[in-house]
């Protein structure tokens, strides 16, 4: 059965969202109490109607789950008439699960969820292992760039 998800099911959204992190090799950046914190700006998140997950249950048990937020950006908002967009979030199943379309409905009930709430742009950063699965969904590439950097100097450092 595939449902919404409540504050109840944070508890076990958060630890799939931590598989999910270790399969593509990331818990190192992790935060400290990585799955209280989940569980806290989830609660509060649901609590104002700007997040959601859609979860996958097989005899009880939750074995694939896929998030919607709704985010703002600060910097958009003083340029731009739209500055909420969409975010997709969390999307994971477990391995035993996979090649079923699970996935795939997870996030469509997501896209539906923004739908309802009259997003028009949804966005969400792919792993390698999600092969085409968004593609299919309907997702493009963007120009979006990114890169790690290490700090050696920032421009308030005492110049010599």
Same mark, same amino acid.
């Given at each position: 059965?595939?449902?919404?998800?409540?504050?109840?099911?944070?508890?076990? $959204?958060?630890?799939?969202?931590?598989?999910?992190?270790?399969? $593509?090799?990331?818990?190192?950046?992790?935060?400290?109490?990585?799955?209280?914190?989940? !569980?806290?700006?989830? @609660?509060?998140?649901?609590?104002? /109607?700007? =997040?959601?997950?859609?979860?996958?249950? *097989?005899?009880?048990? $939750?074995?694939? =789950?896929?998030?919607?937020?709704?985010?703002?950006?600060?910097?958009?908002?003083? #340029?731009?008439?739209?500055?909420? +967009?969409? +975010?997709?979030?969390?999307?994971?199943?477990?391995? *035993?699960?996979? !090649?079923?379309?699970?996935?795939? @409905?997870?996030? *469509?009930?997501?896209?539906?969820?923004? #739908?309802?709430?009259?997003?028009?742009?949804?966005?969400?950063?792919? @792993?390698?292992? /999600?092969?085409?699965? +968004?593609?299919?969904?309907?997702?493009? /590439? #963007?120009?979006?760039?990114?890169?790690?950097? @290490?700090? $050696?100097?920032?421009?308030? /450092?005492?110049?010599?």
């Amino acid at each position: 059965m595939i449902r919404l998800a409540t504050t109840d099911d944070l508890e076990e $959204i958060a630890k799939l969202r931590y598989k999910m992190f270790d399969n $593509i090799g990331t818990t190192q950046f992790l935060a400290d109490e990585f799955l209280k914190t989940t !569980r806290d700006y989830y @609660s509060e998140q649901y609590r104002l /109607s700007r =997040c959601v997950h859609a979860v996958k249950e *097989e005899n009880g048990v $939750i074995i694939g =789950c896929a998030g919607g937020l709704i985010r703002t950006d600060d910097f958009l908002r003083h #340029s731009f008439k739209t500055y909420e +967009y969409g +975010y997709v979030m969390d999307v994971y199943v477990e391995p *035993e699960y996979r !090649r079923k379309g699970i996935a795939r @409905s997870l996030v *469509e009930m997501i896209l539906g969820w923004h #739908s309802g709430k009259a997003i028009k742009t949804v966005k969400l950063d792919a @792993s390698k292992l /999600s092969g085409t699965l +968004y593609q299919g969904l309907g997702f493009k /590439s #963007s120009i979006e760039m990114a890169i790690q950097i @290490s700090p $050696i100097a920032t421009l308030d /450092s005492p110049q010599s």
